[in-house]
């Protein structure tokens, strides 16, 4: 789109670099010790709540939500209903901060795979890695893909190349300060993504002449301001947006989230005590403000190209491509140097969940591989040596799938993808974490035959087996079509959770042993 990059100018470019070196000093200045692997990863389990806080929500709202949410409501049929999963995102922060956080305190852990370990043995720790690795390379890949959107609609950059210059940005950040910089930076991206989801709602409100009665009138007969959908699944189980999923499914995405995911776990592990991890949790669950900030920047961007119909190459641009409705709208309506200012928080947030995630990949990599007695000789130099390294292979592989997946996702929704993705893992991760709190000894081999069972009908219920057998020539397109089993992403985490523990649980309730 050399007509949007053209609206680009050299001051906002100096705007966005002048932004990034300032995060990126920023970050070195806050970086503090790195003498262990604690201070590394846990930033010396010293940091306060509040910003831990601010951290969570920074990661969990990153740039995805920023341009995918919007381009959800823009979207045809798009509306409201997203903010319905918010209850059960909010019911788990709880569960999560008043049920689990004292026992990963209670021992001396980098993740929750470690707890796991400890109560299952390392062979399910080793699993649990595996898994959330797996769960991250697909599910973190998305929001590569969300600042390659951004970057790719300034520049005429491939979009390929995009994605490598992201990779490349997260990798340096990582390194350059551990879990320290990583929440620091993710502080001052949270600032500026309010700042800028507030400017366009006051921007887009003062572009129409009917202001706010304008925006209500247009938007609601469009139906984008519809926020409750009734639908059960006996009805049409393929609706995702649905107050049945947000009550019975979306509870144990967000247990998984919260609780087993160490893109979140490792930023609670990162407080001084129990306590103040638990007001981190909670307190995060603010986020879902922002989220309805957002759904109103989608309803504001349908009406304002209502009133003024975009040219006929980006009117085509939004039909194919909704998710770049908000990176368009900032490029080509606001001033100079404040699109400049709005999309390098954009940028940064993203990097920033980029290198928050390789992070993590790192750390659990190091704990597994120690838990194997791979590493127990390495001295404490050696072992950030080892970790810095294992950043660097995370941040390629990411790279790497990222660049497969834009290949596979066709016109998915980056929202969509993105919870999509993690359906194959987070359901397993979470029935993995109930067998660990029961108490009960379970057999390695019956986890691994429900592990791989799920995984199964995730691979049924998901389309992206079949598009990857198309693209390789293997299936048709009607093949293709006539794979989809109609039912939404969103009942893969109660049934996997269900499917992945129940042979382990049956077989160890059987046989009346107990951990303790």
Same mark, same amino acid.
């Given at each position: 789109?050399?007509?949007?990059?053209?609206?680009?100018?050299?001051?906002?470019?100096?705007?966005?670099?002048?932004?990034?070196?300032?995060?990126?000093?920023?970050?070195?200045?806050?970086?503090?010790?790195?003498?262990?692997?604690?201070?590394?990863?846990?930033?010396?389990?010293?940091?306060?709540?509040?910003?831990?806080?601010?951290?969570?929500?920074?990661?969990?709202?990153?740039?995805?939500?920023?341009?995918?949410?919007?381009?959800?409501?823009?979207?045809?049929?798009?509306?409201?209903?997203?903010?319905?999963?918010?209850?059960?995102?909010?019911?788990?922060?709880?569960?999560?901060?008043?049920?689990?956080?004292?026992?990963?305190?209670?021992?001396?852990?980098?993740?929750?795979?470690?707890?796991?370990?400890?109560?299952?043995?390392?062979?399910?720790?080793?699993?649990?890695?595996?898994?959330?690795?797996?769960?991250?390379?697909?599910?973190?890949?998305?929001?590569?893909?969300?600042?390659?959107?951004?970057?790719?609609?300034?520049?005429?950059?491939?979009?390929?190349?995009?994605?490598?210059?992201?990779?490349?940005?997260?990798?340096?950040?990582?390194?350059?300060?551990?879990?320290?910089?990583?929440?620091?930076?993710?502080?001052?991206?949270?600032?500026?993504? $309010?700042?800028?989801?507030? @400017?366009?709602?006051?921007? =887009?409100? #003062?572009?129409?002449?009917?202001? *706010? !009665?304008?925006?209500? /009138?247009?938007?609601?007969?469009?139906?984008?301001?519809?926020?409750?959908?009734?639908?059960?699944?006996?009805?049409?189980?393929?609706?995702?947006?649905?107050?049945?999923?947000?009550?019975?499914?979306?509870?144990?995405?967000?247990?998984?989230?919260?609780?087993?995911?160490?893109?979140?776990?490792?930023?609670?592990?990162?407080?001084?005590?129990?306590?103040?991890?638990?007001?981190?949790?909670?307190?995060?669950?603010?986020?879902?403000?922002?989220?309805?900030?957002?759904?109103?920047?989608?309803?504001?961007?349908?009406?304002?190209?209502?009133?003024?119909?975009?040219?006929?190459?980006?009117?085509?641009?939004?039909?194919?491509?909704?998710?770049?409705?908000?990176?368009?709208?900032?490029?080509? $309506?606001?001033?100079?140097? @404040?699109?400049?200012?709005? =999309?390098? #928080?954009?940028?940064?947030?993203? *990097? !920033?969940?980029?290198? /928050?995630?390789?992070?993590?990949?790192?750390?659990?990599?190091?704990?597994?591989?120690?838990?194997?007695?791979?590493?127990?000789?390495?001295?404490?130099?050696?072992?950030?040596?080892?970790?810095?390294?294992?950043?660097?292979?995370?941040?390629?592989?990411?790279?790497?799938?990222?660049?497969?997946?834009?290949?596979?996702?066709?016109?998915?929704?980056?929202?969509?993808?993105?919870?999509?993705?993690?359906?194959?893992?987070?359901?397993?991760?979470?029935?993995?974490?109930?067998?660990?709190?029961?108490?009960?000894?379970?057999?390695?081999?019956?986890?691994?035959?429900?592990?791989?069972?799920?995984?199964?009908?995730?691979?049924?219920?998901?389309?992206?087996?079949?598009?990857?057998?198309?693209?390789?020539?293997?299936?048709?397109?009607?093949?293709?079509?006539?794979?989809?089993?109609?039912?939404?992403?969103?009942?893969?985490?109660?049934?996997?959770?269900?499917?992945?523990?129940?042979?382990?649980?049956?077989?160890?309730?059987?046989?009346?042993?107990?951990?303790?």
């Amino acid at each position: 789109m050399e007509s949007v990059a053209a609206s680009f100018h050299a001051v906002d470019w100096l705007v966005v670099v002048g932004y990034l070196a300032l995060t990126t000093w920023l970050g070195h200045r806050l970086k503090g010790s790195q003498a262990t692997i604690h201070d590394f990863f846990l930033g010396g389990r010293k940091l306060p709540w509040p910003a831990v806080s601010g951290s969570i929500i920074a990661t969990e709202i990153s740039a995805l939500t920023f341009v995918g949410v919007p381009g959800l409501v823009y979207a045809a049929g798009g509306d409201f209903t997203y903010l319905q999963w918010g209850i059960g995102s909010v019911a788990a922060r709880f569960l999560v901060g008043f049920f689990l956080v004292h026992r990963y305190y209670a021992e001396e852990i980098y993740s929750p795979y470690d707890y796991m370990a400890n109560r299952l043995g390392n062979g399910v720790g080793t699993l649990t890695t595996i898994l959330f690795s797996l769960g991250a390379i697909l599910g973190q890949s998305v929001r590569v893909l969300v600042t390659a959107t951004i970057l790719s609609s300034v520049t005429v950059l491939p979009f390929n190349v995009c994605i490598i210059v992201i990779g490349i940005f997260a990798v340096v950040w990582t390194l350059m300060g551990g879990m320290t910089t990583v929440i620091w930076t993710d502080v001052m991206q949270f600032g500026l993504f $309010v700042f800028g989801g507030l @400017l366009a709602v006051g921007w =887009l409100l #003062g572009s129409m002449d009917g202001g *706010i !009665s304008e925006w209500l /009138s247009i938007a609601g007969e469009a139906g984008k301001l519809e926020w409750i959908n009734l639908t059960s699944p006996l009805e049409d189980p393929s609706v995702n947006f649905t107050l049945w999923v947000a009550l019975l499914a979306m509870p144990f995405q967000n247990l998984a989230a919260f609780g087993t995911d160490q893109l979140n776990a490792q930023r609670m592990l990162c407080c001084r005590n129990a306590g103040d991890a638990r007001k981190a949790i909670v307190w995060s669950s603010i986020s879902q403000l922002i989220t309805l900030m957002m759904l109103v920047v989608g309803s504001g961007l349908f009406v304002y190209y209502h009133s003024y119909p975009p040219t006929s190459e980006i009117s085509e641009l939004f039909r194919n491509q909704s998710d770049r409705v908000f990176p368009v709208w900032i490029v080509t $309506v606001l001033p100079v140097g @404040l699109s400049g200012l709005v =999309l390098a #928080g954009a940028f940064a947030a993203a *990097i !920033s969940s980029l290198d /928050s995630i390789l992070a993590a990949l790192s750390q659990t990599t190091l704990s597994a591989l120690k838990n194997q007695g791979l590493m127990k000789d390495l001295n404490r130099a050696k072992l950030i040596a080892r970790s810095r390294q294992l950043v660097v292979f995370w941040g390629i592989t990411l790279t790497g799938f990222a660049v497969v997946l834009e290949t596979l996702r066709e016109n998915t929704n980056l929202v969509n993808l993105a919870f999509g993705m993690t359906a194959y893992t987070y359901g397993p991760m979470l029935g993995i974490l109930a067998l660990a709190l029961s108490g009960k000894k379970v057999s390695l081999g019956y986890l691994i035959a429900g592990l791989l069972f799920s995984l199964a009908v995730t691979l049924y219920v998901r389309p992206d087996l079949a598009q990857a057998l198309f693209h390789l020539g293997i299936l048709s397109e009607g093949e293709v079509e006539d794979w989809a089993s109609g039912i939404s992403y969103a009942w893969l985490y109660p049934v996997t959770c269900f499917l992945t523990c129940a042979p382990a649980w049956a077989a160890s309730y059987l046989s009346k042993e107990s951990i303790d």
